[in-house]
């Protein structure tokens, strides 16, 4: 039986960026776009053909940045190259990120004809202050006709992303947005709290930040997303994503759940399992792709030889990957698979954090799992911490 992995393209390009984006992510015009495509469809040409192409793919995720921003040249390239060296099927999850402002009619068809059967949207806000305030480059009608126009296109799968507790938001306009988004129906939602990251415009603007919403406000409208989406049939899965029945996506419960995937692209991190020695002993391992475009584009391609951040993980390393990833999950983490994957009880490893927390009321244990309780998701990175 073929083991799974997932594949994640990156696509560092956009318009402009964010007020308060930290990504690995800039302008770049048609020349510099069309030579990261050649370099990108190399690197995964020379890692299939390393991989000799014996895992089943999972999911395909397309990220950025904005990869809606490239040429319907490009993307077919990307995808006729995928198909090529790492082939996929119907049942494998195509996710492909887009912002509106960079759609149009023929794109989003090009997507659907290419392979692509989920498409997450960033939204953000319905606002549009909001979305001028965030340095968005589109308008919340401009994100209808979007939404819209890939229905019309076939799109049965679509996420839409939202953000809260932005400078100035009322809970009465956030609401707005929760409803307008639900009227549409999409199958997801990802609904995450604003981080503001140091360096980033936002970060540095004394006006904005004196307008953001208090602590207390920001606990309502966490508290408000659950509730309202909940009541309109989306549950939530993770910490900050919401789903219809059915459409989790794959691709990130990956993540949480220990599949090994390959990074492509500028900056793009990777987690890999491989068997070395006589006794085919498992090694794991994380490493990224180099952050300097012009060391991407000069790259000779040597898989898993030419990668940053190299590390072979211990067994503590991923002991602790499985707690603090997999407590993420609303469903929390298995005490079976813990010892069938590492062959010793989970509460031998970490009984005694284990424990302090049932007692405080921030973990749950029953039908053979441990969770994150409501009061425990609302310090979940402190709890984390301890697992580390």
């Known amino acids: 039986m073929l083991s799974e992995i997932e594949l994640y393209i990156h696509i560092p390009f956009c318009i402009r960026k964010c007020n308060y984006c930290d990504f690995l992510s800039f302008p770049a015009g048609e020349e510099l776009q069309n030579r ?5 469809c ?72 290419a392979g692509v059967n989920r498409l997450s949207i960033g939204l953000q806000s319905a606002d549009d202050e909001c979305l001028k305030m965030l340095g968005r480059i589109h308008s919340w009608q401009e994100f209808l006709e979007n939404y819209h126009e890939a229905r019309k296109k076939g799109f049965d ?64 409208m966490y508290e408000m997303t659950k509730k309202i989406l909940e009541e ?23 993540y949480w759940e220990d599949v090994p995937y390959l990074g492509f692209g500028l900056g793009a991190s990777s987690y890999w399992k491989e068997k070395t020695g006589s006794d085919c002993q498992e090694s794991f391992l994380r490493f990224s ?18 990668r940053e951040d190299y590390q072979e993980l211990s067994r503590e390393d991923r002991m ?41 009321g921030l973990l749950t244990m029953k039908n053979g799992r441990i969770a994150l309780t409501e009061q425990g998701i609302n310090v979940s990175n402190q709890i984390f911490c301890e697992f580390i």
């Open 42 to 113: 190399e690197e995964i040409r020379r890692t299939g053909e390393h991989i000799n192409s014996s895992f089943k793919i999972r999911s395909i995720f397309l990220g950025g940045g904005t990869p809606s921003i490239l040429s319907i040249y490009n993307v077919n390239r990307i995808f006729s190259c995928i198909r090529e060296h790492f082939p996929f099927t119907d049942r494998t999850e195509v996710s492909m990120e887009a912002n509106p402002g960079t759609l149009n009619s023929e794109k989003i068809k090009t997507y659907r004809d």
């Open 232 to 254: 309109a049939g989306y549950h939530r899965y993770e910490i900050s994503n919401y789903a219809k029945e059915g459409r989790e996506c794959i691709h990130n419960l990956g």
């Open 320 to 360: 602790a990957e499985f707690m603090f990833l997999g407590l993420r999950k609303i469903r929390g983490v298995s005490l079976k698979d813990f010892k069938d994957r590492f062959g010793c009880d989970m509460e031998s490893v970490y009984g005694i954090a284990i424990h302090r927390f049932l007692d405080l």
């Open 157 to 220: 799968n679509i996420n839409v992303d939202i953000m809260s507790a932005l400078p100035g938001q009322s809970l009465e306009s956030y609401l707005d947005t929760l409803k307008n988004i639900i009227e549409l129906g999409p199958e997801h939602i990802s609904s995450y709290s604003l981080i503001l990251e140091e360096g980033t415009p936002l970060y540095n603007d004394e006006a904005l930040l004196k307008r953001l919403p208090d602590e207390d406000t920001d606990r309502r």
């Open 289 to 306: 792709n180099v952050r300097d475009m012009e060391k991407y584009l000069a790259q000779p391609f040597r898989p898993f030889e030419e």
């Open 36 to 40: 990261y495509v050649d370099a990108l």
